[in-house]
């Protein structure tokens, strides 16, 4: 034979043989992970499932699971199995020491299966048979079969469950969905050749422990549509966004919670994972920025974000929703950025139109400030407004009106901005979707309530990636509200019976970063037990300072301007005043000559971050320095009895006004060094007051709210003028407070209050009445109060009825 001839010979007989190879060789090396059908959404696999539950039973999240009544059921069905099974363990052997796999299957638009997969071992068969037979005797079980595409397909049932099952080469399949086994039979007959792993060989091979709590295989492309059947009709995406195409975790269970670690993969399709592609991963440099009550944040990192964008637009556009965006002046928009903005939603009492914030930094202030005051600009020639600008707190904001600048740019992503509030904040650009969110967020900034100095969130962020591309951080604390209206009427049942136990796992974070083109991903279910209560002998005294006299007023805890640490101002039965600080000691006592009265405020009289206190008695204004000396022309003595005071600082630039009532309904405004101001000398409404006169400010617009105590409501202007539809006649008394909900206008932004009998009014900065409703009264001797949380953002009705409490919502 000619040597070309024997080469090809050779050649044809290297390639069958490797056919008859890889042919007989799939044959013989049946895995149980063949058998799952590559329409599973989640793969849960483990070599030790029952050790692994056993671990969790004697774990510290188990004293919150164990309330749940999901998991006591499958503690107890796990002991009764063992128990039909022969005792001595033999349900260990069985699902112990071999790959069980747990596979879940959306089964419906609101539904989800799951199936399960378990190796029989060499005694398994008998194991099985004899749990199978002592199931039917004891649990009262009827077996039946039927013949499914040549499979035999048993079932199992009673009066309240069914069972199907089939067993093929030595492995167990079983689920209480009959089609779901139907899917696994069709997988067969089909030879495989659509089963989980074929669709999603990335997946395969992944590193892992052997002593962590098993690995979770994600098929990305059926995560949202599981996804949706848990929401609500409204809230569903329909697929519509595409994470990944397949994630593996590798799970571990500690006394903090879940840590999964893994990889995401990329497929065929765009997806949220290759917009970052060819990108380095970047540090999370804005914990200062976000404020503690943020329910739920996105951040993006990118070494090029304008890269990034152009990733995005494709992503977007090349999706099930066809997004409509502005390309042309979003690459503009990019061009000014530097490597990593956030979007946060926070705690919101309207879940419907949450307050929204957005941060960027910077690489061109100037450039973004330009852009941005051109857009705004521009509506002017189409409108008869004037430009929108406030001061507040010596920062700029300014308005792009009636328009979603972000969602303009990058999509339905970045939703909830019907306007656009910006600022700069040094090298960042800040949006919010309202005035007052944009005020808020400045208050908290500069008040160091950030994650930043929350203790909590640091110790949280331990466990995450140090370097990102995409992180979505939610706390439950925050977002309850937010996430449970989402929910079809089941989970929602399910989630609001289980609350206390879900919120104890309150912040969950998920990562995705970058490296060489390889997205290593994070995902960290973090549990924090919050304490229902605190026993008497738990509680540990930090500090003891045993005062002569007994206190006369509740002490006031204020902030030293100095240090930065919290220090008690308090008063005794002889009106002497004292500043109590953290190490058992008086720093200063001085007498009053009087009882301090109402609230207590500290305030920078001379602007150089030096605090005083503010503080009133039945007819005089003290203001004291942290040393307790008086300051300026202070005390300031009034020939009337005071009612009530209360601080006003506008636009947070500490030009401090004081507004002071009498017993006969007088209001009188001073400023800081105590002169009367015009308008206010005094401003009389001849009726006592029913509550705390406050401020409210929208739209850079200042009003003092009145509310009196026959019912009417003023809204003054700073000058004391009647806004337009003040007064407003409730009809009803008014003896609790008037809770205010701001929105983006005067139309939008509403008052509630609610008299002693019950009636709810509801009315807005126009002076419109929304509504009177009744509230339910068990009787006739049923009263009824409105009650703020401590930081003005939400409230309750709490109904009393000769001592017995209730709440309402």
Request: charged share 20%; hydrophobic share 40%.
């Amino acid at each position: 034979m000619k040597r070309p001839e024997w080469i090809f010979v050779g050649v044809l007989a290297l390639v069958a043989s490797w056919f008859v190879y890889n042919y007989f060789s799939q044959k013989n090396a049946f895995k149980e992970w063949d058998l799952v059908p590559s329409n599973a959404v989640l793969v849960y696999e483990s070599e030790s499932v029952i050790d692994t539950w056993n671990k969790l039973v004697t774990s510290e999240e188990w004293k919150t699971l164990e309330k749940v009544d999901e998991f006591v059921q499958m503690n107890k069905s796990l002991q009764l199995l063992d128990t039909l099974s022969g005792g001595n363990g033999q349900l260990a052997y069985v699902l112990n020491n071999d790959n069980v796999l747990i596979s879940a299957h959306v089964t419906s638009q609101n539904s989800f299966g799951v199936m399960f997969y378990i190796p029989l071992k060499k005694n398994g068969h008998d194991a099985f048979l004899n749990l199978l037979i002592n199931a039917q005797k004891e649990l009262k079980f009827k077996k039946k079969q039927r013949v499914y595409q040549g499979q035999t397909i048993y079932e199992l049932g009673s009066t309240n469950s069914k069972l199907s099952y089939i067993v093929y080469k030595n492995t167990l399949i079983l689920s209480k969905e009959a089609f779901l086994v139907e899917d696994v039979v069709r997988n067969i007959q089909d030879g495989f050749n659509n089963n989980f792993r074929r669709t999603y060989p990335m997946l395969s091979g992944n590193p892992s422990f052997t002593s962590d709590e098993g690995n979770l295989y994600v098929n990305g492309k059926e995560l949202p549509l599981f996804a949706d059947s848990f929401l609500s009709i409204k809230s569903k995406s329909y697929g519509s966004t595409l994470l990944a195409a397949a994630l593996f975790f590798d799970l571990a269970v500690n006394e903090n919670g879940l840590l999964a670690s893994g990889f995401a993969f990329e497929g065929k399709e765009n997806s949220l994972i290759s917009t970052f592609k060819d990108q380095q991963a970047v540090s999370f440099n804005l914990n200062n920025l976000i404020p503690e009550n943020t329910a739920i944040l996105e951040h993006f990192g990118s070494s090029s974000l304008p890269i990034w964008y152009e990733e995005w637009v494709r992503f977007n556009k090349s999706g099930k929703q066809k997004e409509q965006i502005d390309e042309q002046t979003g690459k503009t928009f990019m061009g000014f950025m530097g490597k990593e903005m956030a979007l946060a939603t926070l705690q919101s009492v309207n879940s419907e139109n949450p307050d929204k914030i957005y941060i960027a930094e910077l690489s061109d202030k100037e450039g973004m400030y330009n852009l941005l005051n051109k857009m705004a600009e521009g509506q002017l020639k189409e409108t008869t407004d004037s430009l929108y600008i406030e001061g507040y707190s010596g920062y700029e904001i300014r308005l792009i009106d009636k328009r979603s600048v972000l969602e303009e740019l990058f999509g339905s992503s970045f939703k909830g901005f019907g306007s656009s509030y910006y600022m700069l904040y040094g090298k960042y650009l800040v949006i919010a979707n309202t005035a007052e969110t944009l005020r808020n967020w400045i208050i908290d900034i500069e008040d160091d309530r950030t994650w930043g100095k929350s203790v909590q969130m640091n110790t949280f962020f331990k466990d995450m990636l140090t370097e990102a591309n995409y992180t979505y951080v939610t706390n439950l604390e925050y977002s309850w509200n937010l996430i449970i209206n989402g929910f079809n009427e089941s989970i929602k049942n399910w989630v609001t019976q289980n609350s206390e136990q879900i919120k104890n796992f309150g912040l969950v974070a998920f990562q995705v970063s970058n490296l060489d083109n390889r997205y290593y991903a994070n995902l960290n279910l973090n549990y924090h037990p919050r304490p229902v209560s605190v026993a008497e002998n738990n509680v540990i005294d930090k500090a003891t300072i045993q005062l002569v006299n007994p206190v006369a007023i509740k002490p006031k805890v204020v902030r030293n301007h100095t240090t930065g640490a919290w220090e008690i101002l308090v008063q005794d039965s002889l009106n002497h005043l004292m500043l109590l600080g953290a190490n058992d000691e008086v720093l200063w006592d001085d007498s009053l000559k009087a009882e301090a009265r109402g609230e207590i405020y500290q305030l920078d009289y001379y602007k150089n971050n030096k605090l005083q206190y503010l503080i009133h008695s039945d007819s005089s204004i003290y203001l004291i320095d942290r040393n307790g000396d008086n300051v300026a022309n202070y005390p300031i003595r009034f020939n009337y009895k005071i009612n009530q005071v209360y601080l006003i600082d506008y636009d947070r630039s500490k030009r401090y006004r004081i507004l002071v009532s009498d017993y006969f309904g007088n209001l009188r405004m001073y400023d800081q060094e105590g002169h009367i101001l015009e308008g206010w000398s005094p401003n009389a409404f001849k009726t006592s007051l029913a509550d705390d006169i406050f401020h409210i400010r929208v739209r850079g617009n200042d009003r003092i709210v009145v509310p009196l105590a026959n019912g009417k409501v003023y809204l003054t202007n700073r000058r004391g003028e009647s806004a337009k539809g003040f007064p407003l006649d409730l009809g009803m008394d008014i003896t609790t407070q008037v809770f205010f909900e701001p929105g983006d206008r005067f139309d939008d932004s509403q008052f509630v209050t609610v008299s002693k009998d019950g009636l709810v009014g509801r009315f807005t900065m126009t002076g419109k009445m929304l509504s009177r409703n009744q509230l339910f009264k068990e009787s006739s001797q049923s009263t009824f109060e409105l009650v703020q949380e401590s930081q003005g953002k939400d409230f309750i009705f709490i109904r009393n009825d000769l001592g017995r409490l209730a709440i309402l919502t």
